[in-house]
């Protein structure tokens, strides 16, 4: 540990806590997670269904692409509406309807205020009583099972191809005859009514619901919590005071900055022959940008479903390539090739980790992996579209075709397949990074740090095989999130920043010193939020007002680091004047700088516009969530993925230049796409439904009537300028790139025949 011994403690120190934290609530989560009842009966002892029907349902909600189709607990897709809220809503209204004719013989409507006051108060006691007894049977009213069957009648025509709703299955952006079993609907219809149902049931001996108090629905008492409130503002004072010891241990904790070194001649990396394993990185380079083609044109396409619903300009493509299969093929290829890049620039540094030289049949195993990963991708999306056009037998679904998470949509088998691959990438990379380790001599502690990030991300993926087909709903949620947020926002994060450290030292450009102390502290900082901070995507997720409390608190911390990312752009900036030669990595580092504003805007700004639970219970599931999710998911690992293919593609083609018009455009079209996508239609959108959910329910800024109003629609179609400027930049990296890997150069202009001179000598 040598003088970095005070970080390594504070690192380690930060670890114990924060997982003893997620592992402890963790266990809360399973031990207080809504009771799914053996039976639902009414009161004439009539069985309405049983858990096995609920669980039949959910797979059968997994099937249609489940998250990729509307959303749940406010979790999932945005144009379809929520299906808690939204059958909770229809349920309580098709109730008030029913009492009204059965006790004054008349409609809801026509009834008087204080006679309406009273049936809303009587309809409360009703559904927020807990009627779940010691069998575990829930016993409902006739009154309510009618308004149960009201309800179900609603969905088995909407998920069916009858002409009656084919509008707003077009509206809600569904294929016709979404799920062509009548028997397959009505197990759905019993799964969304018990999500409904802990949305709606207050916990024994609480106040509050089993999802505290989610969905805003006034009908039924359901407002935010006292302890949401105080939790809020706790997060908010968390915030401040974390900002403020930051800035006082920059201020004064931190020792003075030590010059940076002389640089070298000549840029030390061009120095190592290429090995075998390195030469075979050009298909990884391909595959990143082929992916990322791909998946921003079928994201276009996605966004034209809102407006269109079944169309693509006139033309019903809905029945082959629906909008909840191109959704999932959208956010899959997004995680392919974000992680091909990483994998790529980790199996770059391997050899020049060991001495410049591969170990045995490291070239063999770079090969492997590489066809490994084209077998997941393939496979899996084959899987996808035979799940959700119901070609794929019901009892393969989860194996192989859609599991209906979002992020984890994949089916089982695939996503065995795919860790089996990133384990395969950290043993590549130990038979690299352990022999290094093991000599004697040197600094070692930033080459720790960088393997035990490989180790991270090599084994954490697993945490996403710790749920099945038919686990609670709650369990699945906390199992997701560590590899939606603590895989991906926390050991990513780690990666990266210890690979980039690891990169300038080597490059000569910052000291080892300085390169070795700056990534303990940021892993200190990123770990410190980000791995009890995943409880904040669970506050509704039928988790209790201890894990609200945790996960407000901590992710209140992972906007600190934050702060300080405008000093991280700027030292990233002013590496580019640092050597002549570096002007051969001016692409690749303006990427780097890119990371820095997006991690600051994406993750920071509107990252913590959803993270406090007041705010998170109006507009979870509106259009704010992808604000954040576009501009953290591509803003920082979606640059950080293209800086590494850029970086990887400079020494692998070092006789290749870039090309200034094509990375002009590519630079800038992708950041100015991401700008006019955010702040012209999803943020306004977003707004606008935030205004909804406060003033009526979140049933209201997702429904029909609101989502389909003239400014809406406008604002959506706004969206294909955006779109259009993001293609344009994509589609510009990916032609340098692979004109790059061709070999193609670009004749350059005298003074980059003179930085070429002195790089090349």
Same mark, same amino acid.
């Given at each position: 540990m040598g003088p970095y011994k005070k970080l390594w403690f504070a690192l380690i120190g930060v670890l114990i806590v924060t997982f003893?934290?997620?592992?402890?609530?963790?266990v809360e989560v399973y031990r207080q997670a809504p009771p799914i009842p053996a039976q639902v009966v009414s009161e004439d002892g009539k069985v309405l269904f049983d858990r096995e029907g609920i669980l039949d349902?959910?797979?059968?909600?997994q099937s249609v692409g489940g998250m990729q189709l509307g959303s749940i607990w406010g979790h999932g897709a945005y144009q379809a509406p929520d299906w808690t809220a939204d059958w909770l809503h229809r349920e309580l209204t098709a109730w008030l309807e029913l009492a009204a004719r059965q006790t004054h013989g008349q409609s809801y409507e026509a009834l008087a205020g204080p006679a309406q006051a009273a049936l809303r108060e009587r309809m409360r006691a009703e559904y927020r009583g807990n009627r779940v007894d010691a069998a575990e049977v829930l016993k409902l009213s006739a009154l309510r099972a009618q308004a149960i069957a009201q309800t179900a009648a609603y969905y088995d025509l909407l998920f069916s191809d009858a002409p009656s709703l084919q509008k707003s299955r077009e509206h809600f952006a569904m294929k016709e005859n979404t799920l062509p079993s009548a028997e397959r609907r009505r197990q759905l219809t019993q799964f969304f009514f018990w999500t409904a149902w802990a949305a709606a049931t207050e916990r024994p001996g609480q106040k509050v619901t089993y999802t505290n108090n989610w969905p805003h629905e006034p009908l039924v008492g359901n407002q935010p919590s006292a302890e949401n409130i105080v939790w809020s503002i706790a997060s908010i004072v968390v915030l401040l005071s974390g900002v403020g010891l930051l800035v006082w241990a920059w201020a004064f904790l931190r020792k003075q900055d030590e010059p940076l070194p002389a640089p070298a001649a000549r840029d030390p990396l061009s120095t190592f022959a290429l090995t075998p394993s390195q030469r075979g990185l050009g298909k990884y380079l391909f595959l990143v940008v082929a992916l990322f083609v791909f998946q921003v044109f079928v994201g276009g396409f996605t966004a034209h479903y809102t407006v269109e619903g079944q169309q693509f300009y006139g033309i019903d493509v809905s029945r082959w390539f629906p909008y909840a299969l191109t959704r999932t093929w959208h956010i899959q290829a997004a995680l392919f090739w974000i992680a091909t890049g990483f994998l790529a620039a980790g199996l770059f540094l391997a050899p020049l980790i060991n001495g410049g030289k591969d170990p045995k049949f490291q070239q063999i195993g770079v090969d492997v992996l590489f066809w490994a990963l084209v077998a997941v991708v393939v496979g899996s999306f084959a899987g996808n579209w035979l799940a959700i056009a119901q070609i794929m037998p019901p009892q393969w679904n989860f194996w192989l075709g859609h599991q209906g998470y979002e992020y984890v949509d994949l089916g089982r088998l695939w996503q065995i397949g795919k860790y089996a691959g990133i384990l395969l990438w950290l043993v590549l990379m130990l038979r690299g990074v352990v022999p290094a380790l093991l000599t004697k001599g040197g600094d070692k502690n930033l080459l720790a740090l960088l393997t035990a990030s490989v180790g991270a991300i090599g084994l954490f993926y697993g945490a996403g095989l710790f749920y099945?087909?038919?686990?609670?709903?709650?369990?699945?949620e906390y199992w997701r999130w560590w590899v939606?947020?603590?895989w991906v926002e926390g050991f990513f994060e780690v990666f990266a920043t210890t690979a980039l450290a690891f990169i300038f030292s080597t490059l000569g450009l910052v000291s080892v010193r300085m390169a070795t102390a700056a990534s303990l502290a940021s892993a200190s900082l990123f770990m410190l939020g980000g791995i009890p901070g995943t409880f904040h995507h669970m506050y509704f997720a039928g988790t209790t007002t201890p894990v609200m409390a945790v996960g407000a608190s901590f992710s209140a911390l992972e906007v600190v680091p934050l702060i300080v990312l405008g000093h991280e752009a700027w030292e990233n900036w002013r590496l580019k004047a640092r050597a002549p030669w570096m002007e051969n990595l001016k692409w690749p580092m303006m990427c780097f700088v890119a990371v820095a504003f997006w991690n600051m805007l994406g993750a920071g700004v509107f990252g913590f516009m959803i993270n406090p639970p007041i705010s998170l219970y109006y507009i979870q599931g509106l259009n704010t969530t992808p604000v954040h999710a576009h501009a953290a998911l591509f803003g920082v690992y979606g640059f950080l993925a293209l800086g590494f293919t850029l970086l990887v593609l400079r020494y692998l083609r070092p006789e290749c230049r870039f090309s200034t018009p094509l990375m002009k455009t590519a630079f800038w079209g992708l950041n100015a796409g991401?700008?006019?996508m =955010?702040?012209?239609?999803?943020?306004?959108?977003? =707004?606008l439904q935030f205004h909804a959910s406060v003033s009526h329910g979140l049933w209201y800024a997702r429904s029909e009537e609101f989502m389909q109003q003239p400014l809406l629609q406008n604002l959506r179609w706004v969206r294909t300028f955006g779109d259009m400027v993001f293609i344009v930049g994509a589609v510009a990296m990916a032609l340098q790139v692979v004109l790059g890997l061709l070999g193609r150069s670009f004749t350059p202009r005298p003074s980059q025949r003179l930085v070429g001179a002195a790089a090349h000598p």
């Open positions: 003893s934290l997620l592992g402890y609530y963790g349902g959910q797979t059968a909600w099945g087909e038919r686990t609670h709903l709650s369990v699945m939606v947020h603590l991401l700008v006019l =955010i702040f012209t239609s999803l943020l306004p959108i977003g =707004i």
